[in-house]
């Protein structure tokens, strides 16, 4: 879980979106609370550079992801604000 955390954060600071959805889904179905924060930073700073692929994201994932997950990472979508 570690080493998928870590190679999200570095695809998110790399700008590698296609990477980091695809870490990301790795992560979808973690149960633990920390790991879901990360990953919601993390799907907010892809959001901010590409909201359709967020958006898609969470469609995809929105009968797994955590409602809190997909709240905060949700804020980066230009409906949201």
């Known amino acids: 879980m570690a080493d998928a955390l870590a190679m999200l954060n ?3 600071a790399m700008r590698d979106l296609s990477g980091a959805l695809a870490t990301a889904e790795d992560l979808v179905a973690a149960k633990d609370q920390k790991t879901q924060a990360s990953l919601a930073r993390a ?5 901010r550079h590409d909201p359709a692929a967020l958006s898609v994201f969470l469609a995809a994932h929105a009968h797994t ?11 980066a979508l230009p409906e949201a604000g």
Do not use: F, H
């Not at 799907?43 to 959001?47: A, K, P, S, T």
């Not at 955590?66 to 804020?75: C, D, E, H, M, Y």
């Open 10 to 12: 570095r695809c998110v």
């Open 43 to 47: 799907l907010y700073e892809i959001g």
């Open 65 to 75: 992801l955590p409602r809190s997950t997909i709240v905060a990472a949700g804020k």
